[in-house]
C-alpha cells in the first residue's frame, strides 16, 4: 500500500501574455511505499506543480498517476487517500488546533465529538499537548508547522505530500524538524513525498531523491549516489560543492587544467556526452607528487572544515576542502602540489 | 517612556478631548431628539413648547378622529414596515452583488485591484442629491432607458420606471452598494484563497469549502456591509422623494415632512426614536444570527 507511479506526466501553464511554461515535461517516477522520496531542484523547476498533481489540486495535461496499484490523476481530490503539508501552512484562522486537525476528518463525515480520541492521538505524535484550543495566529512558526502536519496525518492517507514544509522556520528548528520528520515517516509507515530546494534537507530527509530542473528529471538515487556520482553536471553543481572543470580530449588522454592524464584515470571519460569534469573539494589533496602546481590565494575557516581557494598553473580556481584539524594547513600565498581523486566527466 | 509609545498604553486623560468631541456630536442630538419627543407642539408656528406630553408617541399608533373617538391607526407603522421592507430588500440585493464582485476584486493582481477600489469609491466624489437626480433623467419617460426600449422596438411605449417602488429600489441599491462592497471586499482581501485549496486536499467539497472556510472568513465584513447599508437605506428619504415621487413613503420622508413642512416637531423626534428602536432590535437580531450559524445565513 502507497506506492506512487507518475507515468509520463506532463502540465503546461499558459502565461497572461500568450507564453506556455511547460511546468512538467513528460515525467515518470515509481516511488516505493514507505519511502521517504524528496523532490529536489531550484525554484519554478516544476516540483510543486508534480505534488499538486499528485494531490488533486492541478491536472495533469497528459500522462497518468497510480497510487496502490489504481489509477489516482482521474479521482476528485476527496476521494484519494493523499494529504498536504503546504509551504504556508494553510491553518484555517477561524478555527483553533483541534478543530484544525479535525478537519478532514469531518469531511470525511464524522461527527466532530468522535473525533476528539483522533484528535488528541495527532497533538500527541506532534507533541502539542495542551494546545488544542490556541488560534493558529497564537502559535510560533514551528508549533503551526507541526498543527499542519497533525492536520494532514490525522486522514491517515497512504502518501503524505510536503511542500517545503520547513522553509519558513530558522536553521536550527529546521534541523530538528528534519530528524523529528524521518522518524515519524518511520513510525507511521506513510510514503512521503517531499518537495525541497535545500540540498542538505534532501541529503538529510531522502530515502531517494529527484533531481528536477526544468520540468524534467535530471538524475533519480540514493543520497550518496545523487553526490558521489552525478550523472550530469547541473546536479555535481547542484548538491553540495563542485569544482567544474573543462573537459578537453586529447585522443587517449584528457586535459586537466594544462596537465595531460590517461582517461582510464577520469571516471566516465569515455562517454560520449560527457562535457566537463567535477572534481569535489574534499577530493582536492595536497600531494607532493601530484600532477598540479597551485598557489593559495584564501582560506576561510568553517568550524569543522578549512575551506581554500586554489589558482592553478593556468590561472583556474579551484576550490579545496580539508578537515579542520589536519595537520598540514598550507597559508595564502604558499605554493603546493595537489591530485584529484574521484575526478568524474559528466554530461550537461 | 517607551511604555507609553504602544498604542493605548497612553494616560487615560489623553482620550478626553475625542472623548468630548463624540459625546457632543453623537450624544447632544440624541438626546436632544429624545427631549422633543416627549414635549408638546409650539401652539403657531415652529419649533416645541416645554410642557411634558406623550402625544408624540400616541401619534405614531392612535387618530383622533373629527367626531371625538380615537382608533387605532397603522398608516404610520404600515410606513415603518415598508421602510424596513425596501430597506431589506436593497440589503439581500446589495449583497447579492457585492459578494462574487468582493471575492471577483479581491482575487485580482494587487495593482488592479486598488485601481478596482478606487473605481467603487468613484461615486462619493459627487454628491449623492446630484447623482440622484441623474437616475431621474435615466429613468423618465423619455429618458435613456426608455429611448432605447423604444428605439430597438422591445416596447411601443415608455415603460413607467420613474415614480414607482421599482426606482425606489434601484436608486437604493444603486447608492449603498459601495457600502456593501467595501467591507466585504476588506475581508475577502484578507482571505488567504490557498486556504480553500488545503480545505480540497483535506477531503472538502466545493459547497463545504464555501460554508466551512471562505464564509466564515467573510462573516465579518458581511456584518459590517449588512449593518452599513440596512441602517441608512431604513432611514432614507432622497430616493423614495425623488424616484419614488413621494408616492411611497420611507419613515425618513415622514421624518422630514415633520420637521419641514408639518411643524409637528415632537411627532417628528417620536419618530426618530422609533426608528432608532427598531433599527436597533433588527441589527441586534442580524448580529445575533451572523454570530450563531457557521453556515451561511444571510446568501444562500
Not at chain 1, 589558482?311 to 598540514?328: F, I, S
Request: positive net charge; proline residues 5%; contains cysteine.
Amino acid at each position: 500500500m502507497g506506492n506512487l507511479s507518475i507515468r509520463s506526466v506532463s502540465k503546461q501553464f499558459r502565461a497572461p501574455h500568450g507564453g506556455a511554461t511547460l511546468a512538467l515535461d513528460d515525467v515518470s517516477l515509481e516511488i516505493a511505499a514507505n519511502e521517504c522520496f524528496v523532490l529536489l531542484g531550484p525554484s519554478g523547476c516544476g516540483k510543486t506543480t508534480l505534488l499538486r498533481c499528485i494531490a488533486g489540486l492541478e491536472n495533469p495535461d497528459s500522462g497518468e498517476i497510480w497510487l496502490s496499484g489504481e489509477r489516482l490523476d482521474t479521482e476528485p481530490p476527496f476521494r484519494r487517500k493523499v494529504n498536504t503539508v503546504f509551504q504556508s501552512y494553510a491553518l484555517f484562522p477561524h478555527l483553533n488546533v483541534a478543530d484544525n486537525i479535525a478537519f478532514g476528518l469531518e469531511m470525511d463525515g464524522r461527527k466532530r465529538r468522535d473525533c476528539d480520541a483522533a484528535v488528541s492521538e495527532m497533538l500527541r505524535l506532534v507533541n502539542l499537548e495542551g494546545m488544542d484550543k490556541r488560534v493558529p495566529n497564537q502559535l510560533s512558526g514551528g508549533q503551526q508547522q507541526r498543527v499542519a502536519l497533525a492536520r494532514a496525518l490525522a486522514k491517515q492517507p497512504d502518501v503524505l505530500l510536503l511542500d517545503e514544509p520547513l522553509a519558513a522556520l530558522d536553521l536550527k528548528l529546521r534541523r530538528s524538524m528534519q530528524f523529528e520528520l524521518k522518524a515519524l515517516q518511520a513510525r507511521t509507515g506513510i510514503t512521503f513525498v517531499f518537495v525541497t530546494h535545500d540540498q542538505d534537507e534532501a541529503l538529510a530527509l531522502g530515502d531517494r531523491i529527484a533531481v528536477f530542473s526544468e520540468g524534467t528529471i535530471r538524475q533519480v538515487g540514493t543520497p550518496r549516489q545523487i553526490y558521489d556520482e552525478p550523472a550530469s553536471r547541473f546536479v555535481a553543481d547542484f548538491i553540495g560543492e563542485t569544482n567544474v572543470l573543462p573537459l578537453i580530449r586529447h585522443g587517449d588522454a584528457v586535459e586537466v587544467a594544462g596537465q595531460l592524464q590517461p582517461a582510464s584515470s577520469v571516471i566516465g571519460a569515455t562517454d560520449s556526452d560527457a562535457v566537463a569534469l567535477c572534481v569535489r573539494p574534499e577530493n582536492v589533496r595536497i600531494d607532493p607528487a601530484g600532477a598540479l602546481s597551485a598557489t593559495v590565494s584564501s582560506a576561510a575557516f568553517l568550524g569543522s572544515i578549512m575551506h581554500y581557494s586554489l589558482t592553478l598553473g593556468d590561472g583556474t580556481m579551484l576550490r579545496m576542502n580539508l578537515a579542520a584539524d589536519a595537520t598540514e594547513q598550507p597559508t595564502v600565498g604558499s605554493s603546493l602540489h595537489v591530485s584529484l581523486r574521484h575526478l568524474r566527466a559528466v554530461g550537461p | 517612556m517607551t511604555s507609553q509609545s504602544f498604542p493605548g498604553r497612553g494616560p487615560r486623560w489623553a482620550s478626553a478631548p475625542a472623548l468630548a468631541f463624540l459625546v457632543v456630536i453623537v450624544g447632544g442630538p440624541l438626546i436632544l431628539i429624545f427631549l422633543y419627543s416627549w414635549l408638546s407642539r409650539a401652539r403657531f408656528g415652529v419649533g416645541i413648547s416645554w410642557t411634558i406630553s406623550t402625544d408624540g408617541y400616541r401619534k405614531v399608533f392612535i387618530e383622533d378622529a373629527l367626531d371625538g373617538t380615537t382608533r387605532l391607526n397603522a398608516q404610520y407603522l404600515r410606513i415603518i414596515g415598508n421602510s424596513l421592507l425596501l430597506a431589506a430588500i436593497t440589503t439581500v440585493a446589495t449583497l447579492v452583488v457585492a459578494i462574487p464582485m468582493s471575492i471577483w476584486m479581491a482575487t485580482r493582481a494587487a495593482r488592479f485591484r486598488s485601481l478596482l477600489v478606487l473605481a467603487v469609491t468613484i461615486p462619493f466624489w459627487t454628491n449623492t442629491l446630484v447623482r440622484t437626480y441623474a437616475w431621474m433623467l435615466i429613468l423618465r419617460d423619455n429618458g435613456i432607458v426608455n429611448n432605447r426600449l423604444v428605439g430597438w422596438g422591445i416596447f411601443d411605449q415608455p415603460v413607467k420606471l420613474l415614480y414607482t417602488n421599482t426606482s425606489t429600489l434601484i436608486g437604493l441599491v444603486y447608492t449603498f452598494l459601495p457600502f456593501m462592497v467595501l467591507p466585504i471586499y476588506s475581508s475577502a482581501e484578507r482571505f488567504d484563497f490557498r486556504l480553500a485549496e488545503a480545505a480540497v486536499d483535506l477531503g472538502a467539497r466545493k459547497r463545504q469549502v464555501v460554508a466551512r472556510v471562505i464564509w466564515p472568513n467573510l462573516r465579518s465584513g458581511v456584518i459590517a456591509g449588512v449593518a452599513l447599508v440596512l441602517v441608512p437605506a431604513t432611514g432614507a428619504f432622497l430616493q423614495p422623494e425623488l424616484l419614488g415621487g413621494g408616492k411611497s413613503l420611507m419613515i425618513g420622508n415622514l421624518i422630514q415632512q415633520q420637521f419641514a413642512a408639518s411643524r409637528n416637531w415632537p411627532f417628528g423626534a417620536a419618530l426618530s426614536i422609533m426608528l432608532l428602536l427598531v433599527v436597533g432590535i433588527v441589527l441586534v437580531i442580524s448580529r445575533l444570527v451572523g454570530h450563531r450559524s457557521t453556515a451561511p445565513s444571510l446568501v444562500a
